[in-house]
């Protein structure tokens, strides 16, 4: 999986891929990062890639040329190159979609600043926008982040136990049961005793229940949704 990152602050993004999970994937060569700066590309004497709304209002605009020049130029470079835009107007990002993008070859995450980007980039360039919550930041660097991670852990060999991706959060209807490990007792807070007897089916059951108590009260959308397919597939 080849990620690239169209930011003015490569520094931002760099700096996470330096240790963990994702720096062994990158030494193993499952993952390769590299950075474009939108202020090599323009052709202002300046150095500027921003200018005034055209409509009016407060905040500056990437203008579209330095963005045209170079995304044409990773096109040109990489024909399999998946242009994404975050932003708060694109669609919520889920963990279906960061297995499906772990099939790509080659990411491209263009992170705006300032009030956002010319919408004809995104228009002529965006395969796909995204959003990771419903609030706003200063930046498209740490959305950037956020999906890469995500879609990272869904490439073969990036995690030492792909078992743990089938267990986790939004891989199933429900959210992922409470995590305990040793010792049993610790500040007389106990781990749930069946979990200590090894009868693995007891385990499975007793988890079950715990996620459902967890979604139900973390997660009443989520749980919601499961209760309606619960009620559907016992009718079936």
């Known amino acids: 999986m080849h990620f690239s990152y169209v930011t003015l602050f490569e520094g931002l993004i760099a700096s996470y891929f330096e240790d963990s999970i994702l720096k062994r994937a990158i030494a193993k060569g499952l993952l390769h990062v590299s950075f474009f700066n939108p202020r090599e590309f323009t052709t202002h004497k300046h150095g500027k890639v921003d200018d005034y709304q055209a409509s009016g209002g407060a905040g500056l605009v990437f203008f579209p040329q330095p963005l045209f020049a170079l995304l044409r130029s990773i096109q040109k470079k990489s024909s399999n190159a998946y242009i994404i835009f975050p932003t708060p107007s694109g669609k919520p990002f889920t963990q279906n979609d960061a297995k499906r993008l772990a099939k790509k070859e080659h990411i491209v995450f263009v992170s705006g600043r300032y009030e956002g980007i010319d919408e004809r980039v995104i228009e002529t360039f965006a395969d796909e926008v995204f959003c990771i919550g419903d609030y706003v930041?200063?930046?498209?660097?740490?959305?950037?982040?956020?999906m890469s991670d995500a879609i990272s852990r869904n490439v073969k060999g990036v995690l030492g136990n792909e078992d743990s991706l089938s267990t986790e959060s939004f891989e199933q209807p429900l959210l992922e049961a409470p995590c305990f490990s040793k010792p049993p007792i610790y500040e007389n807070k106990s781990v749930p005793s069946e979990f200590l007897k090894g009868?693995?089916?007891?385990?499975?059951?007793?988890?079950?229940?715990?996620s459902e108590y967890k979604t139900q009260y973390f997660r009443p959308d989520l749980f919601s949704r499961f209760c309606v397919k619960h009620s559907y597939d016992k009718k079936g």
Do not use: F, Q, R
């Open 199 to 210: 009868n693995h089916a007891k385990i499975t059951s007793l988890k079950n229940t715990m």
């Open 137 to 146: 930041l200063t930046g498209g660097e740490l959305p950037s982040l956020v």
